[in-house]
């Protein structure tokens, strides 16, 4: 069983940046690829970003390229999402997920999930 527990979410202005985190339990942490996904009021939950388990291979959806990156600390049991440029339109409850296996943009490769922590970016 993992547990997986996101922090660092809030209320910011646009144009200012956030670093989320989420602490997982569990001897294995280092073998899972993680994931973020985020779910905006109305909206389907969509993919932000996965990290493999040694860390070495990241992907990020194209809408938070070049603003957004995923990175873990695996002496930490720890992923993370740091979040540049913030736009009104990534106000969404963020979600960070682990998975057995390889890497996955798909929420339904995802096993494990956190409670989610509120990102609002006001405009």
């Known amino acids: 069983q993992v547990q997986l527990v996101e922090s660092g979410g809030g209320l910011v202005q646009a144009g200012d940046s956030l670093r989320l985190s989420c602490a997982a339990s569990?001897?294995?942490?280092?073998?899972?690829?993680m994931g973020w996904f985020r779910q905006a009021p109305g909206k389907e939950r969509e993919f932000v970003a996965t990290?493999?388990?040694?860390?070495?291979?990241?992907h990020h959806a194209d809408s938070v390229k070049g603003r957004f990156s995923i990175s873990r600390d695996n002496a930490k049991n720890t992923v993370y999402l740091q979040m540049n440029s913030l736009k009104a339109e990534d106000t969404a409850v963020y979600y960070c997920?682990?998975?057995?296996?390889?890497?996955?943009?798909?929420?339904?490769?995802?096993?494990?999930w956190g409670q989610g922590t509120q990102v609002t970016v006001s405009s």
């Open positions: 569990g001897r294995t942490f280092s073998s899972r690829a």
């Open positions: 990290i493999a388990g040694s860390g070495g291979v990241t």
């Open positions: 997920a682990a998975t057995w296996g390889p890497s996955s943009t798909r929420s339904n490769d995802y096993a494990y």
